[in-house]
T-cell receptor, first 118, second 110 residues
């Protein structure tokens, strides 16, 4: 079964440093997403991406965050200057279609990258 | 925003049926209801989606009454490996994101 992969599985960084989290979505999917989950809290939407541009972003996704699809397979999330409160599990997801396109809509999530900011 | 409300936690035993009810009182006409499962330290995984009445797949059943203000996820004959957090979500056709609530933590005991 195809799956979303993410690297690294765990990243430790110092406050103020830049980090890039990497994801390889499922190959025929067109819509890509990043979510985060702070330990013990709910999964929060960050951003959705389609056709090489951001289609929607949340209030969390401020100027320190950016996303990119540098080639035909990777999808990255960059945090420019990390803060302690950025420590969380970051999940990448992809979907074949939009919610409105079909009766059964599914986002496929990767295993996550645990980001620890010290 | 279609807010969902579901129990914080539920305990069950192996072999039993688990039913988790979610309320979504302000669901809109074009919204769908979907359920995801999340194991510790893993990403959420799709379980089932429905619009009305009953939907069944190899994993679960979803019951949605006529007024669609609630839905019930039914997990038949649970095993220890079904211990997870189960999220009820309302899919807004106008957007593409998933909005997660707190979910229901299901603990299956031997």
């Amino acid at each position: 079964e195809p799956e979303v992969t993410q690297t690294p599985s765990h990243q430790v960084t110092q406050m103020g440093q830049e980090v890039i989290l990497r994801c390889v979505p499922i190959s025929n999917h067109l819509y890509f997403y990043w979510y985060r989950q702070i330990l013990g809290q709910k999964v929060e939407f960050l951003v959705s991406f389609y056709n090489n541009e951001i289609s929607e972003k949340s209030e969390i996704f401020d100027d320190q965050f950016s996303v990119e699809r540098p080639d035909g397979s990777n999808f990255t999330l960059k945090i420019r200057s990390t803060k302690l409160e950025d420590s969380a599990m970051y999940f990448c997801a992809s979907s074949e279609a939009r919610i409105r396109d079909r009766d059964s809509y599914e986002q496929y999530f990767g295993p996550g990258t645990r980001l620890t900011v010290t | 925003l279609a807010k969902t409300t579901q129990p914080i936690s539920m305990d069950s035993y192996e072999g039993q049926e688990v039913n988790i009810t979610c309320s979504h009182n302000n669901i809109a006409t074009n919204d769908y209801i979907t359920w995801y499962q999340q194991f510790p330290s893993q990403g959420p995984r799709f379980i089932i989606q429905g619009y009305k009445t009953k939907v069944t797949n190899e994993v679960a059943s979803l019951f949605i009454p006529a007024d669609r203000k609630s839905s019930t996820l039914s997990l038949p004959r649970v095993s220890l490996s079904d211990t997870a957090v189960y999220y009820c979500l309302v899919l807004k056709a106008a957007g593409n994101k998933l909005t997660f609530g707190g979910g229901t933590r299901v603990l299956v005991k031997p």
